[in-house]
């Protein structure tokens, strides 16, 4: 395929459709119709959008070969490349700054990312171990384990009887919760 890149047309394409919106709408800058500005560059995007469509579509169909699909089927692939350039751009240009920053930070700082920081603001999910070398043979001591809390026997029924009153009817297991038949509720 010789002649001019894509890449290139494309750029030309955007330009060549800007400097047509801007010469043919000025009159209505000019005059103060910004309103009617605004309305004529939608007119001309819809109409561009449209005549893509059928660029597009009588390029698809089979019985297109003539001398002009090949100028033509350029123009809508230029128009579609310079689209997405365009979306690249407004998707790229945005996080640039960030990732400049995030550049400055591996290099002033390469053991601490300020990106990681902001993301798990806990400080106490990440807890290091303590690593023991044994540089001399003699293995280290093994550490502790914590004690067991325990309670005294008594203070748990104690406190099991403080949970449930009982009435006349004795019985082991907690009342249903219903005052009818003598018991009390809960407290």
């Known amino acids: ?92 240009l945005p996080q640039l700054p960030l990732v400049l920053l995030n550049s400055l930070n591996d290099y002033v700082c390469p053991g601490c990312s300020a990106h990681q920081l902001l993301i798990y603001r806990d400080p106490g999910t990440v807890d290091r171990e303590e690593k023991v070398f044994d540089l001399e043979g003699t293995a280290p001591p093994a550490p502790t384990p914590p004690e067991a809390v325990t309670m005294p026997a008594d203070a748990v029924a104690a406190s099991k009887r403080s949970l449930w009153t009982h009435s006349s009817a004795p019985s082991s297991a907690p009342p249903t919760g219903g005052t009818a038949s003598g018991s009390e509720a809960p407290l």
């Open 1 to 92: 395929v010789n002649g001019l890149p894509l890449a290139i047309s494309a750029f030309m394409v955007l330009a060549l459709d800007v400097a047509e919106a801007a010469s043919t709408l000025s009159f209505f800058r000019w005059v103060g119709w910004q309103k009617a500005f605004i309305a004529g560059l939608i007119l001309k995007w819809g109409l561009l959008c449209f005549c893509l469509f059928l660029a597009e579509n009588m390029l698809s169909s089979p019985s297109c070969i003539n001398t002009i699909s090949l100028p033509l089927r350029h123009w809508v692939r230029a128009h579609r490349m310079a689209r997405d350039i365009l979306v690249s751009l407004v998707i790229a």
